[in-house]
């Protein structure tokens, strides 16, 4: 074991984030149906060889080769050989030979037999990172993908409510960092200054009351009401697609997220809980799919001509602690304070 270890630089600390969430995309890719899930045994070997590289850079190995049994040796060497770390090497060659296998001549891998090499592989990677940099994988933040500064406040106050045990307020939290991000990347998008290019309903939609004078009275206006409701759920599902969205995993996430009520003069508070006694493996789920949608907008974002009429209220919309008690005067930070302003 080193004696001392150099300082994490913000490189390495990037570095190290992308490892993590090559760690999430792997396990994603080991869920698929076979063999679409051999597929995982590329982003395995991966994620461990760039562990090796990324600690190899940071305590300066001597590496001659980049072999990866000469680049694990070298690596292990200059750790001081931890045990923890030696007694995975069979394990991480044969991992290394599986990806080559299937790589290069088409050998497919069993579903347990990936499931193995990616238990060592998690292993393996949080032992060198605890070794060379005296962290946990665990602590390294996801957040550096999230250009948004109230969106990555909002997952971090997310990820500290989980770790107390507060599910759903955790869980909230991704619901206004979700919505928050959804309607910062569509008010940038308009023609006109006021109508987003994704929008599908008529500006002139009708009111609750035009439905109960078109529905011949209050009951009949009340089954239109529900047709509406159906539309505009479509609507919504219709307008995320377009974004880029995963609607797929957003079914799970609306499913078991809180529905977040927003009002004009108030912080934003709980409303409709869909599923009861969500648990911690509903945050991991909803955490990656709020991470994933903020990388998936980030790829293709740009700005048409931002909304004149439709501005984000980031205090009273998304700030869960807003009172207008407390800023009866006037609140600068409605204004926004998105990187992308």
């Given at each position: 074991m080193l004696d001392q270890t150099p300082a994490l630089t913000e490189t390495e600390a990037e570095r190290l984030s992308l490892i993590r969430y090559q760690l999430l995309a792997?396990?994603?890719a080991l869920g698929s149906p076979p063999p679409i899930n051999n597929l995982a045994i590329n982003i395995i070997q991966d994620v461990v060889e760039s562990t090796l590289g990324v600690t190899a850079d940071h305590i300066r190995a001597e590496v001659r080769h980049r072999d990866f049994d000469k680049l694990f040796d070298?690596?292990?060497?200059?750790?001081?050989?931890?045990?923890?770390?030696?007694?995975?090497?069979?394990?991480a060659i044969a991992l290394n030979n599986a990806r080559v296998g299937f790589k290069h001549h088409g050998n497919q891998v069993r579903h347990e037999t990936l499931?193995?090499?990616?238990?060592?592989?998690?292993?393996?990677?949080?032992?060198?990172?605890n070794a060379a940099f005296r962290?946990?994988?665990?602590?390294?933040?996801?957040?550096?993908?999230?250009?948004d500064d109230q969106v990555r406040r909002l997952v971090k106050d997310a990820e500290c409510l989980a770790d107390d045990g507060d599910v759903v307020a955790a869980l909230f939290r991704l619901r206004l960092a979700f919505d928050l991000a959804i309607k910062e990347y569509e008010v940038r998008k308009t023609l006109n200054g006021r109508d987003s290019i994704f929008k599908t309903k008529p500006s002139f939609f009708p009111s609750v009351f035009d439905l109960r004078d078109l529905g011949g009275g209050r009951d009949g206006g009340r089954h239109l009401k529900r047709i509406v409701?159906?539309?505009?759920?479509?609507?919504?599902?219709?307008?995320?697609?377009?974004?880029?969205?995963?609607?797929?995993?957003?079914?799970?996430?609306?499913?078991?997220?809180?529905?977040?009520?927003?009002?004009?003069?108030?912080?934003?508070t709980i409303g409709r809980m869909k599923f009861e006694n969500p648990t911690q493996e509903h945050f991991q789920a909803s955490?990656?799919?709020?991470?994933?949608?903020?990388?998936?907008?980030?790829?293709?974002?740009?700005?048409?001509?931002?909304s004149a009429f439709d501005h984000i209220l980031r205090d009273r919309h998304f700030d869960p602690n807003y009172t207008s008690a407390s800023t009866s005067n006037n609140s600068p930070s409605d204004s926004g304070n998105s990187t992308e302003d």
């Open positions: 792997a396990e994603t070298a690596v292990v060497a200059k750790l001081g050989n931890p045990a923890e770390v030696v007694g995975l090497r069979a394990a499931r193995r090499h990616f238990d060592v592989a998690v292993t393996l990677v949080n032992e060198l990172v962290i946990e994988l665990a602590s390294v933040s996801l957040l550096l993908f999230i250009r409701e159906w539309i505009e759920a479509i609507d919504r599902l219709t307008r995320l697609g377009a974004l880029g969205i995963d609607t797929q995993r957003y079914a799970y996430f609306d499913a078991v997220a809180p529905e977040a009520v927003y009002f004009v003069s108030d912080h934003p955490y990656q799919f709020v991470i994933d949608s903020a990388i998936r907008l980030a790829t293709n974002d740009y700005t048409l001509k931002p």
